[in-house]
């Protein structure tokens, strides 16, 4: 199965190449280019994953390499369906290189783990799971779009109407993306922790138990929750959501890496290395 991750990382790695190129060139063959590289490497990254699942008959999220492809996988299919909505064409520079990086990362882990654990075939578990990456990997892209957003006000600020100024879309455009991210990401995230008070209370026998990762998620669900507050009561938008959506995507990757190497917690069956 190495080779078809290669080959994955490959056509991840291709369709980065063609969304640089488009944002330097901006001729639209490249962004053709990188879109369809993207959709096949999303199509058999989803076979990939799938295949997994009828195999072992469990959720593949049973170590790093595992919890890490689904995150890449999730990347790539909200950036589809965000390109598809939107035609934010330009955000494909963050989504497919970070796509193509996981998967590098993943890939320096094995992805066989000794024995089975039937933790992992419950379908509350599996739903728990998706909804949770496909709302993480909603707020990956709000991050990437607050950051566009921030350079492209940056440029109008100082008035150099150049290079970046002629290739980013408009601030309304960016910010009203970002907030979809967000919106989306937060209804994914909401959900996908519903699902999992409701699993732990099947599994340890009680909804909340105080592990490390349940409280950091607590946490990020309120800082998204905040900023999602501040906009709809006294309009917080423009460069306010966007460095809101840079420091919620901070506390995402902590709640994501940090807790499970330096604290303990029931969630560190899915980055065992």
């Not at 998967?103 to 992805?111: H, L």
Request: proline share 2%; aromatic share 18%.
């Amino acid at each position: 199965m190495e080779s078809v991750i290669i080959f994955i990382i490959v056509l991840y790695t291709l369709s980065a190449s063609g969304y640089f190129a488009y944002f330097f060139v901006q001729k639209n063959n490249f962004h053709k280019i990188g879109y369809y590289l993207l959709l096949a490497g999303f199509i058999f990254h989803s076979a990939y994953i799938i295949s997994g699942y009828i195999k072992s008959g469990q959720m593949p999220v049973h170590n790093l390499h595992g919890t890490l492809s689904i995150v890449s996988w999730s990347v790539s299919g909200v950036f589809l369906i965000l390109k598809y909505k939107y035609d934010l064409r330009i955000l494909g520079i963050f989504a497919a290189p970070f796509s193509a990086c996981i998967m590098i990362v993943a890939i320096q882990f094995p992805g066989i783990t000794s024995g089975t654990d039937k933790l992992f075939e419950s379908l509350l578990l599996i739903v728990h799971v998706v909804t949770i990456f496909i709302g993480e990997a909603s707020l990956a892209l709000a991050f990437g779009v607050g950051l566009l957003y921030l350079l492209q006000e940056y440029t109008i600020k100082t008035k150099r109407h150049g290079f970046f100024y002629k290739r980013l879309p408009s601030l309304d455009l960016l910010d009203n993306t970002g907030y979809a991210c967000i919106v989306a990401g937060f209804t994914f995230l909401t959900t996908g922790l519903i699902i999992g008070c409701i699993y732990a209370k099947l599994v340890w026998g009680k909804f909340w138990s105080w592990d490390p990762k349940e409280v950091w998620s607590g946490i990020t669900w309120l800082v998204y929750a905040a900023l999602l507050h501040k906009r709809l009561t006294v309009g917080w938008r423009g460069r306010r959501a966007a460095i809101m959506a840079i420091i919620g995507f901070i506390v995402l990757l902590f709640t994501f890496f940090g807790v499970n190497f330096l604290l303990q917690g029931h969630h560190g069956n899915f980055t065992r290395w």
